[in-house]
Protein backbone atom coordinates (compact mmCIF):
# COMPACT_ATOMS: atom_id res chain seq x y z
CA UNK A 1 0.00 0.00 0.00
CA UNK A 2 2.65 2.44 0.70
CA UNK A 3 4.54 1.63 -2.42
CA UNK A 4 1.12 2.87 -4.34
CA UNK A 5 0.85 5.44 -2.84
CA UNK A 6 4.54 6.61 -3.67
CA UNK A 7 4.17 5.35 -6.87
CA UNK A 8 0.91 7.60 -7.40
CA UNK A 9 2.35 10.37 -5.45
CA UNK A 10 5.40 10.40 -8.05
CA UNK A 11 3.30 10.10 -11.24
CA UNK A 12 0.96 12.93 -9.71
CA UNK A 13 4.73 15.29 -9.55
CA UNK A 14 5.52 14.40 -12.96
CA UNK A 15 2.61 14.60 -14.93
CA UNK A 16 2.59 18.58 -12.57
CA UNK A 17 5.76 19.42 -13.33
CA UNK A 18 5.50 18.49 -17.42
CA UNK A 19 2.35 20.27 -17.73
CA UNK A 20 3.66 23.32 -15.87
CA UNK A 21 5.86 23.05 -18.91
CA UNK A 22 3.25 24.39 -21.02
CA UNK A 23 4.19 27.70 -22.87
CA UNK A 24 7.58 28.06 -21.04
CA UNK A 25 10.75 29.26 -23.49
CA UNK A 26 12.64 26.37 -24.71
CA UNK A 27 15.53 26.80 -26.90
CA UNK A 28 15.25 23.57 -28.00
CA UNK A 29 13.90 23.12 -31.74
CA UNK A 30 9.91 21.77 -31.81
CA UNK A 31 10.23 17.99 -32.56
CA UNK A 32 8.00 16.62 -35.40
CA UNK A 33 7.82 13.04 -34.52
CA UNK A 34 4.80 12.16 -37.07
CA UNK A 35 5.93 13.61 -40.60
CA UNK A 36 2.31 14.30 -41.72
CA UNK A 37 3.17 16.28 -44.75
CA UNK A 38 4.11 19.35 -42.78
CA UNK A 39 6.93 19.73 -44.43
CA UNK A 40 7.20 19.07 -48.27
CA UNK A 41 10.28 19.09 -50.52
CA UNK A 42 9.06 22.66 -51.90
CA UNK A 43 11.16 25.55 -52.24
CA UNK A 44 10.05 28.59 -49.48
CA UNK A 45 11.51 32.15 -49.61
CA UNK A 46 14.92 32.83 -47.27
CA UNK A 47 14.74 29.00 -46.62
CA UNK A 48 17.82 26.74 -47.04
CA UNK A 49 17.73 24.72 -49.46
CA UNK A 50 20.66 22.48 -50.63
CA UNK A 51 19.75 21.69 -54.10
CA UNK A 52 21.88 24.80 -55.07
CA UNK A 53 25.44 25.14 -54.50
CA UNK A 54 24.94 28.18 -51.96
CA UNK A 55 22.43 25.84 -50.32
CA UNK A 56 19.88 28.92 -50.19
CA UNK A 57 16.11 28.72 -51.99
CA UNK A 58 16.16 32.20 -52.73
CA UNK A 59 17.76 33.03 -56.18
CA UNK A 60 19.28 35.78 -57.91
CA UNK A 61 17.92 36.67 -61.05
CA UNK A 62 19.98 35.16 -63.81
CA UNK A 63 22.56 37.56 -65.25
CA UNK A 64 21.42 39.61 -67.82
CA UNK A 65 17.54 39.27 -67.07
CA UNK A 66 15.37 41.44 -65.54
CA UNK A 67 11.94 40.81 -63.40
CA UNK A 68 8.49 41.50 -64.55
CA UNK A 69 7.64 45.12 -63.21
CA UNK A 70 10.81 46.04 -62.91
CA UNK A 71 12.21 49.25 -63.46
CA UNK A 72 14.17 48.90 -65.97
CA UNK A 73 13.73 51.72 -68.92
CA UNK A 74 15.55 55.08 -69.20
CA UNK A 75 12.86 56.58 -68.53
CA UNK A 76 12.40 59.71 -66.23
CA UNK A 77 10.12 57.78 -63.78
CA UNK A 78 13.01 55.14 -63.11
CA UNK A 79 16.45 57.23 -63.37
CA UNK A 80 14.96 60.77 -62.57
CA UNK A 81 17.08 61.74 -65.81
CA UNK A 82 16.46 63.39 -68.69
CA UNK A 83 16.35 60.42 -71.20
CA UNK A 84 19.91 59.94 -72.51
CA UNK A 85 21.55 63.40 -70.76
CA UNK A 86 22.54 63.36 -67.05
CA UNK A 87 20.56 66.17 -66.49
CA UNK A 88 18.18 65.58 -63.62
CA UNK A 89 14.68 66.13 -64.38
CA UNK A 90 13.44 69.30 -61.98
CA UNK A 91 10.31 68.40 -61.35
CA UNK A 92 8.75 65.08 -60.50
CA UNK A 93 7.64 63.21 -63.42
CA UNK A 94 4.81 61.79 -62.02
CA UNK A 95 1.22 63.35 -61.20
CA UNK A 96 1.25 64.95 -57.68
CA UNK A 97 -2.25 63.94 -55.63
CA UNK A 98 -2.98 63.77 -52.07
CA UNK A 99 -2.67 59.80 -51.94
CA UNK A 100 0.77 60.35 -53.28
CA UNK A 101 1.77 62.85 -50.65
CA UNK A 102 -0.11 60.12 -47.83
CA UNK A 103 2.32 57.59 -49.16
CA UNK A 104 5.18 59.36 -49.21
CA UNK A 105 4.20 60.62 -45.79
CA UNK A 106 3.93 57.00 -44.62
CA UNK A 107 6.99 55.68 -46.60
CA UNK A 108 9.03 58.54 -45.34
CA UNK A 109 7.98 57.80 -41.77
CA UNK A 110 9.33 54.03 -42.26
CA UNK A 111 12.63 54.74 -43.90
CA UNK A 112 14.06 57.97 -43.51
CA UNK A 113 13.15 59.00 -40.26
CA UNK A 114 14.96 56.86 -38.35
CA UNK A 115 17.90 58.58 -38.89
CA UNK A 116 16.79 62.46 -40.63
CA UNK A 117 14.17 62.78 -38.25
CA UNK A 118 10.43 63.47 -38.02
CA UNK A 119 11.25 66.63 -39.02
CA UNK A 120 13.70 66.19 -42.18
CA UNK A 121 16.50 68.22 -39.81
CA UNK A 122 18.74 65.41 -39.81
CA UNK A 123 18.65 64.75 -36.30
CA UNK A 124 16.78 61.40 -36.42
CA UNK A 125 16.70 59.26 -33.40
CA UNK A 126 20.05 56.94 -34.48
CA UNK A 127 21.76 60.55 -34.07
CA UNK A 128 21.75 60.39 -30.45
CA UNK A 129 23.05 56.95 -30.26
CA UNK A 130 26.33 57.67 -32.23
CA UNK A 131 25.06 58.29 -35.76
CA UNK A 132 26.73 61.30 -37.73
CA UNK A 133 23.78 63.81 -37.99
CA UNK A 134 21.80 62.77 -41.54
CA UNK A 135 21.38 65.75 -44.06
CA UNK A 136 18.95 68.51 -43.04
CA UNK A 137 16.26 69.13 -45.81
CA UNK A 138 15.87 72.68 -45.20
CA UNK A 139 18.91 73.33 -46.14
CA UNK A 140 18.77 75.99 -48.28
CA UNK A 141 21.45 74.38 -50.92
CA UNK A 142 19.30 71.02 -50.90
CA UNK A 143 15.69 72.99 -51.00
CA UNK A 144 17.21 73.68 -54.55
CA UNK A 145 18.61 70.43 -55.22
CA UNK A 146 16.06 69.61 -58.51
CA UNK A 147 13.66 66.77 -58.10
CA UNK A 148 15.09 64.19 -60.08
CA UNK A 149 18.41 64.79 -57.66
CA UNK A 150 16.97 64.00 -54.44
CA UNK A 151 15.53 60.90 -56.22
CA UNK A 152 18.87 59.56 -57.07
CA UNK A 153 20.43 60.58 -53.52
CA UNK A 154 17.58 57.68 -52.58
CA UNK A 155 18.58 55.45 -54.93
CA UNK A 156 21.79 55.41 -55.41
CA UNK A 157 22.71 56.62 -51.58
CA UNK A 158 24.93 59.59 -50.73
CA UNK A 159 28.16 60.29 -48.44
CA UNK A 160 27.30 58.52 -44.94
CA UNK A 161 24.21 57.19 -46.96
CA UNK A 162 23.78 54.01 -48.39
CA UNK A 163 21.56 52.55 -51.21
CA UNK A 164 17.62 52.48 -50.87
CA UNK A 165 16.91 51.10 -54.39
CA UNK A 166 16.47 47.75 -52.58
CA UNK A 167 14.44 48.96 -50.18
CA UNK A 168 11.90 51.71 -51.76
CA UNK A 169 10.48 51.25 -55.03
CA UNK A 170 11.16 53.65 -57.43
CA UNK A 171 7.13 54.75 -57.16
CA UNK A 172 7.71 55.13 -53.42
CA UNK A 173 11.23 57.52 -54.16
CA UNK A 174 8.95 59.85 -55.68
CA UNK A 175 6.01 59.75 -53.09
CA UNK A 176 8.83 60.50 -50.78
CA UNK A 177 10.40 63.15 -52.71
CA UNK A 178 7.00 65.00 -52.85
CA UNK A 179 6.22 64.54 -49.43
CA UNK A 180 10.11 66.14 -48.89
CA UNK A 181 9.13 69.11 -50.79
CA UNK A 182 5.72 69.38 -48.82
CA UNK A 183 8.02 69.35 -45.56
CA UNK A 184 10.53 71.80 -47.24
CA UNK A 185 7.49 74.59 -47.68
CA UNK A 186 6.52 74.06 -43.99
CA UNK A 187 9.77 75.59 -43.08
CA UNK A 188 9.77 78.54 -45.98
CA UNK A 189 6.13 79.76 -45.47
CA UNK A 190 5.52 83.23 -44.90
CA UNK A 191 2.53 85.48 -43.86
CA UNK A 192 1.26 85.55 -47.35
CA UNK A 193 0.91 81.82 -47.55
CA UNK A 194 -1.85 81.90 -45.01
CA UNK A 195 -5.15 83.44 -47.06
CA UNK A 196 -6.30 87.00 -46.26
CA UNK A 197 -9.34 86.07 -44.03
CA UNK A 198 -7.37 83.86 -41.76
CA UNK A 199 -4.19 86.42 -41.17
CA UNK A 200 -6.11 88.15 -38.50
CA UNK A 201 -5.77 85.05 -36.31
CA UNK A 202 -1.99 84.12 -36.76
CA UNK A 203 0.40 84.70 -33.87
CA UNK A 204 4.00 84.59 -33.59
CA UNK B 1 -7.81 -24.03 4.78
CA UNK B 2 -7.44 -23.69 1.38
CA UNK B 3 -6.34 -19.85 0.45
CA UNK B 4 -9.17 -17.56 -0.35
CA UNK B 5 -6.53 -16.48 -2.77
CA UNK B 6 -5.08 -18.70 -5.83
CA UNK B 7 -1.55 -18.60 -5.96
CA UNK B 8 -0.89 -15.89 -8.83
CA UNK B 9 -2.76 -13.59 -6.78
CA UNK B 10 0.74 -12.66 -5.42
CA UNK B 11 2.39 -11.66 -8.54
CA UNK B 12 -1.04 -8.74 -8.49
CA UNK B 13 0.39 -6.02 -6.70
CA UNK B 14 3.14 -6.08 -8.58
CA UNK B 15 1.85 -6.28 -11.98
CA UNK B 16 -0.15 -3.58 -10.97
CA UNK B 17 2.46 -1.34 -10.19
CA UNK B 18 4.46 -2.46 -13.32
CA UNK B 19 1.30 -1.45 -15.37
CA UNK B 20 0.70 1.98 -13.74
CA UNK B 21 4.12 2.72 -14.29
CA UNK B 22 4.13 2.10 -17.82
CA UNK B 23 0.84 4.22 -18.31
CA UNK B 24 2.33 6.99 -15.99
CA UNK B 25 5.52 6.81 -18.42
CA UNK B 26 2.99 6.66 -21.26
CA UNK B 27 1.54 10.02 -19.99
CA UNK B 28 3.93 11.63 -19.01
CA UNK B 29 5.70 11.39 -22.56
CA UNK B 30 2.44 12.75 -24.12
CA UNK B 31 2.34 15.58 -21.86
CA UNK B 32 5.81 16.52 -22.01
CA UNK B 33 5.50 16.34 -26.14
CA UNK B 34 2.32 17.28 -27.04
CA UNK B 35 1.81 20.21 -24.27
CA UNK B 36 5.30 21.58 -24.45
CA UNK B 37 7.12 23.89 -27.10
CA UNK B 38 8.05 20.27 -28.56
CA UNK B 39 5.14 20.34 -30.14
CA UNK B 40 2.85 23.46 -29.96
CA UNK B 41 6.19 25.61 -30.61
CA UNK B 42 4.71 28.25 -28.15
CA UNK B 43 7.86 29.14 -26.07
CA UNK B 44 10.05 27.90 -28.89
CA UNK B 45 12.98 30.99 -28.45
CA UNK B 46 16.27 29.74 -30.17
CA UNK B 47 19.78 31.12 -29.66
CA UNK B 48 20.10 33.53 -32.60
CA UNK B 49 23.70 34.11 -34.19
CA UNK B 50 23.08 37.89 -33.79
CA UNK B 51 21.66 39.10 -30.35
CA UNK B 52 19.09 41.19 -32.09
CA UNK B 53 16.55 42.92 -29.86
CA UNK B 54 13.31 44.29 -30.88
CA UNK B 55 12.82 46.05 -27.82
CA UNK B 56 15.63 47.78 -28.53
CA UNK B 57 14.94 48.90 -32.06
CA UNK B 58 11.34 49.19 -31.98
CA UNK B 59 10.63 50.43 -28.82
CA UNK B 60 13.63 52.64 -28.06
CA UNK B 61 14.17 54.18 -31.67
CA UNK B 62 11.03 53.76 -32.86
CA UNK B 63 11.44 51.97 -35.93
CA UNK B 64 8.56 50.67 -38.35
CA UNK B 65 7.98 46.97 -39.01
CA UNK B 66 8.13 47.38 -42.46
CA UNK B 67 11.94 49.24 -42.31
CA UNK B 68 12.79 45.38 -42.23
CA UNK B 69 9.91 42.86 -42.45
CA UNK B 70 9.16 44.87 -45.87
CA UNK B 71 7.61 41.95 -47.46
CA UNK B 72 4.93 42.12 -44.89
CA UNK B 73 2.37 44.28 -46.66
CA UNK B 74 2.69 43.09 -50.27
CA UNK B 75 2.87 39.51 -49.79
CA UNK B 76 2.37 36.16 -47.93
CA UNK B 77 6.02 35.74 -46.74
CA UNK B 78 7.16 38.94 -44.30
CA UNK B 79 10.82 38.40 -44.97
CA UNK B 80 13.85 38.85 -42.58
CA UNK B 81 16.27 41.54 -43.46
CA UNK B 82 19.18 41.17 -45.46
CA UNK B 83 22.78 42.29 -44.14
CA UNK B 84 22.79 45.42 -46.00
CA UNK B 85 19.73 46.89 -44.33
CA UNK B 86 21.41 46.54 -40.49
CA UNK B 87 24.85 48.04 -42.16
CA UNK B 88 22.32 51.14 -42.89
CA UNK B 89 22.62 52.60 -39.19
CA UNK B 90 25.42 49.72 -37.82
CA UNK B 91 28.56 51.31 -40.35
CA UNK B 92 29.17 53.96 -38.02
CA UNK B 93 26.58 52.42 -34.54
CA UNK B 94 28.34 49.95 -32.60
CA UNK B 95 30.71 49.32 -35.78
CA UNK B 96 33.45 47.13 -34.41
CA UNK B 97 30.86 45.73 -31.96
CA UNK B 98 31.55 41.93 -31.98
CA UNK B 99 27.99 41.10 -31.34
CA UNK B 100 27.25 42.24 -34.87
CA UNK B 101 30.66 40.65 -36.09
CA UNK B 102 28.02 37.94 -38.24
CA UNK B 103 26.83 40.88 -40.07
CA UNK B 104 29.48 42.10 -41.18
CA UNK B 105 30.46 39.28 -42.12
CA UNK B 106 27.44 38.46 -44.50
CA UNK B 107 27.82 41.97 -45.76
CA UNK B 108 31.03 40.78 -47.34
CA UNK B 109 30.60 37.52 -48.51
CA UNK B 110 27.18 37.81 -49.16
CA UNK B 111 26.28 34.87 -47.51
CA UNK B 112 23.05 34.93 -45.32
CA UNK B 113 23.17 35.79 -41.73
CA UNK B 114 21.89 32.36 -40.27
CA UNK B 115 18.80 33.52 -38.72
CA UNK B 116 16.58 30.34 -37.36
CA UNK B 117 13.43 31.11 -38.35
CA UNK B 118 11.04 30.61 -35.47
CA UNK B 119 7.11 31.04 -36.55
CA UNK B 120 6.57 28.31 -39.34
CA UNK B 121 3.11 26.36 -40.36
CA UNK B 122 3.21 23.07 -41.26
CA UNK B 123 3.20 23.66 -45.39
CA UNK B 124 -0.20 22.16 -46.20
CA UNK B 125 -1.62 25.50 -44.60
CA UNK B 126 -2.13 28.31 -46.81
CA UNK B 127 -0.61 32.01 -44.95
CA UNK B 128 -1.10 35.33 -45.90
CA UNK B 129 0.55 38.00 -44.15
CA UNK B 130 -0.76 40.72 -46.44
CA UNK B 131 -3.88 39.72 -46.67
CA UNK B 132 -4.42 40.10 -43.23
CA UNK B 133 -1.98 43.44 -42.50
CA UNK B 134 -4.17 45.34 -45.44
CA UNK B 135 -7.63 44.37 -43.62
CA UNK B 136 -6.72 45.73 -40.59
CA UNK B 137 -5.15 42.55 -38.40
CA UNK B 138 -2.13 43.82 -36.10
CA UNK B 139 1.05 41.61 -35.82
CA UNK B 140 0.20 41.60 -32.15
CA UNK B 141 -2.65 38.64 -32.65
CA UNK B 142 -0.21 35.99 -33.99
CA UNK B 143 3.13 37.53 -33.11
CA UNK B 144 2.53 38.81 -29.38
CA UNK B 145 4.57 42.07 -28.04
CA UNK B 146 6.95 41.86 -30.33
CA UNK B 147 7.86 45.18 -29.97
CA UNK B 148 9.19 44.93 -26.58
CA UNK B 149 10.89 41.09 -26.96
CA UNK B 150 14.50 41.34 -25.91
CA UNK B 151 14.74 38.04 -27.68
CA UNK B 152 11.91 36.60 -30.15
CA UNK B 153 10.07 33.87 -28.90
CA UNK B 154 6.62 31.85 -30.06
CA UNK B 155 4.38 34.10 -28.48
CA UNK B 156 0.70 32.36 -29.95
CA UNK B 157 -0.33 28.92 -31.08
CA UNK B 158 -0.81 29.79 -34.60
CA UNK B 159 -3.21 26.26 -34.29
CA UNK B 160 -6.28 25.47 -36.44
CA UNK B 161 -8.58 26.35 -33.87
CA UNK B 162 -6.44 30.22 -32.85
CA UNK B 163 -7.12 30.87 -36.61
CA UNK B 164 -10.43 29.91 -36.67
CA UNK B 165 -11.17 31.55 -33.39
CA UNK B 166 -10.41 34.88 -35.23
CA UNK B 167 -12.12 34.14 -38.78
CA UNK B 168 -15.27 33.40 -37.20
CA UNK B 169 -15.27 36.70 -35.36
CA UNK B 170 -12.75 39.02 -37.01
CA UNK B 171 -14.39 42.02 -35.25
CA UNK B 172 -12.73 41.42 -31.85
CA UNK B 173 -9.58 42.10 -33.28
CA UNK B 174 -10.30 44.56 -36.62
CA UNK B 175 -8.00 47.74 -36.18
CA UNK B 176 -8.14 50.82 -38.14
CA UNK B 177 -5.52 50.47 -40.94
CA UNK B 178 -3.04 52.91 -39.51
CA UNK B 179 -2.69 51.00 -36.18
CA UNK B 180 -1.62 47.78 -37.04
CA UNK B 181 1.89 48.45 -36.87
CA UNK B 182 1.34 49.65 -33.55
CA UNK B 183 1.32 46.59 -30.97
CA UNK B 184 0.63 49.28 -27.87
CA UNK B 185 -2.54 50.59 -29.67
CA UNK B 186 -5.29 49.88 -27.09
CA UNK B 187 -9.13 50.54 -26.97
CA UNK B 188 -11.28 49.11 -24.12
CA UNK B 189 -13.25 45.80 -25.63
CA UNK B 190 -16.57 47.46 -25.83
CA UNK B 191 -15.63 50.29 -28.46
CA UNK B 192 -13.48 47.52 -30.06
CA UNK B 193 -16.28 45.08 -30.86
CA UNK B 194 -18.48 48.50 -32.30
CA UNK B 195 -15.27 49.28 -34.49
CA UNK B 196 -14.35 46.53 -35.38
CA UNK B 197 -17.92 45.16 -36.40
CA UNK B 198 -18.14 48.53 -38.60
CA UNK B 199 -14.45 48.01 -40.14
CA UNK B 200 -15.57 44.15 -40.99
CA UNK B 201 -18.89 45.84 -42.50
CA UNK B 202 -17.47 48.34 -44.53
CA UNK B 203 -14.86 46.66 -45.86
CA UNK B 204 -16.91 43.48 -46.35
CA UNK B 205 -14.65 40.63 -44.81
CA UNK B 206 -15.22 37.10 -45.20
CA UNK B 207 -12.46 35.35 -43.66
CA UNK B 208 -12.23 31.92 -44.85
CA UNK B 209 -13.88 29.24 -42.78
CA UNK B 210 -14.39 26.62 -45.63
CA UNK B 211 -11.66 23.89 -45.85
CA UNK B 212 -9.88 25.39 -48.85
CA UNK B 213 -9.46 28.61 -47.80
CA UNK B 214 -6.38 27.32 -45.85
CA UNK B 215 -5.78 24.13 -47.15
CA UNK B 216 -5.76 24.32 -51.10
Given at each position: ?23 C ?44 Q ?11 R?P ?10 V ?30 I ?28 I ?7 A ?11 W ?5 L ?12 D ?11 | ?8 T ?56 R???A ?14 R ?22 Q ?31 L?C ?5 Q ?32 Y???W ?31
Amino acid sequence: MRHMILILGLAAVLVLSLAGLRGCASRRPPIEIFPDMDRQPKLRPQARNPLFPDGRSSRQPVEGTIARQAAWDGSPENTGRHPGTTNDVEVLPVPVTPSLLARGQERFGIHCQPCHGPLGDGRGIASRYGMIPAANFHDPRLVRMPDGEWFRVITEGRNQMAAYASQVPAPDRWAIVAYLRALERSRLGTVEDIPEPLRSEWRK
Amino acid sequence: MPGVFPKWTNQLPLNIAAGLAIAGAAVAAGLGYYFTPKYTRVGYQPIQPVPYSHATHVEQLGMDCRYCHAGVERSWFAGLPDASRCMNCHHQVLAGDPRLAPVRDSMQTGAPVAWIQIHRTPDYVYFHHAAHIRRGVSCLHCHGRVDQFEEVRHDQPLSMSFCLECHRRPEAYLRPLDQVYNLGWNTDPARQNEQGRLLALTGDMRPPLSCSGCHR
